[in-house]
């Protein structure tokens, strides 16, 4: 059996499994916004758990409300090392809320990296098993 790593953040769980990347938010305060301090510590636990390899992130957004900075956004979509390192990625979402972050994000943000939005988690899992062989 391998051995899993995660890294444990006060808004975000961030775990390996099966070659996946798997990123849930654990805060659903309204009030929440992620900010570049925030992104900073992201970015080192996706670099440590990817090891420099390619491949899929699933990312749970489901039950999200907050918001996110422009400068945290920009952080995220102008690391070298995450636009190497993430092939594609699945969002899974349980409202409008969510999606409208999802499709700003990537149409402003990250045009270019293959995305798909789903409401079953199960669904998002079989994306990315799908496309782990597909490098960028």
Not at 43 to 71: C, H, W, Y
């Amino acid at each position: 059996m391998p051995i899993e790593l995660s890294h444990n953040l006060e808004t975000v769980r961030f775990w390996t499994e099966k070659e996946i990347l798997f990123c849930q938010f654990l805060n659903t305060s309204v009030n929440c916004k992620l900010i570049e301090k925030d992104v900073a510590h992201f970015l080192i636990a996706i670099e440590q758990l990817t090891i420099g390899k390619q491949i899929p992130m699933l990312v749970d957004l489901r039950n999200v409300v907050g918001g996110f900075s422009i400068e945290a956004v920009k952080l995220i979509s102008n690391n070298v090392a995450f636009q190497q390192n993430i092939t594609r990625q699945a969002f899974v979402i349980n409202t409008i809320h969510s999606k409208l972050l999802v499709l700003s994000f990537k149409r402003i943000y990250e045009p270019h990296k293959p995305f798909r939005i789903f409401e079953s988690f199960n669904k998002a899992i079989e994306y990315c098993e799908e496309s782990k062989d597909i490098k960028i």
